[in-house]
Structures are given as C-alpha cells and as structure tokens.
C-alpha cells in the first residue's frame, strides 16, 4: 500500500484556494502526529478502551485528512480489533504505527511549512 495519495492534499488546496495554509496545516499535522501516535500506544498499555478508540479515531481521520492512506488504514485495522474487543490484534497492528507514522512523515515533509 502507498503511504501517501497527494490526489487529497492537492484537492484540499484546490478546495481551499490557499496552498500556503494547506503547507502550514500539513505542518501543524506533522508537528501533532508524534502526540495522537503516542496516544494510542499509552492507552494500549493502559488498557484504556475509551480513551484507545477516542484517540485511534483521531489518528485515522486527521491521517484521511491529509492523504495518509496508510496511516489512515492501519488505525481503521486497530479501530475494528478495539471495537471487536480483540486486544491481541489491537497490540499485533498497533506494532505497526510508529514506523508507518515516520514513513508518513517522510512522504509530506516536502509538503509542509
């Protein structure tokens, strides 16, 4: 699977007529990703269910937002093994999430300011 769809970041520019504030608010997302990242992972190892599908819903729809169609899906894949009480799988694909994150954040830093 692609990391990245630019198709999203070149429409949400388009939509927006401001491709500086699409450079800035991809900025603000990379500078937050570490945070919503770290998130998951705490209330994993918590066992802390609501906060793990509040914070895995985070994850999954600001990664949509900015095109990060891997991201987005392995948080959609830790959404359904939460939502199915499955927290071996939760934990097998949460394994998963920093290194995807660093190869998001490597496919937009071209794109942020």
């Known amino acids: 699977m692609r990391v990245l769809d630019t198709a999203v970041i070149t429409q949400l520019g388009t939509d927006l007529g401001d491709r500086a504030f699409v450079g800035r608010f991809?900025?603000?997302?990379?500078?937050m990703l570490p945070g919503r990242v770290g998130r998951v992972l705490t209330a994993l190892e918590t066992?802390?269910?609501?906060?793990?599908?509040?914070a895995v819903l985070s994850l999954r729809t600001s990664?949509?937002?900015?095109?990060?169609?891997?991201?987005?899906?392995?948080?959609?894949d830790v959404e359904r093994h939460v939502r199915a009480g499955d927290t071996v799988g939760a934990r097998r694909a949460?394994?998963?999430?920093?290194?995807?994150a660093?190869?998001?954040?490597?496919?937009?830093?071209?794109?942020a300011s």
């Open 26 to 31: 991809v900025g603000t997302y990379l500078r």
């Open 47 to 54: 066992e802390d269910h609501d906060d793990l599908m509040d």
């Open 63 to 76: 990664a949509s937002t900015v095109g990060a169609v891997a991201l987005a899906s392995l948080a959609q």
């Open 94 to 100: 949460v394994r998963r999430l920093s290194s995807t």
């Open 102 to 111: 660093q190869q998001t954040c490597q496919a937009l830093a071209g794109v």
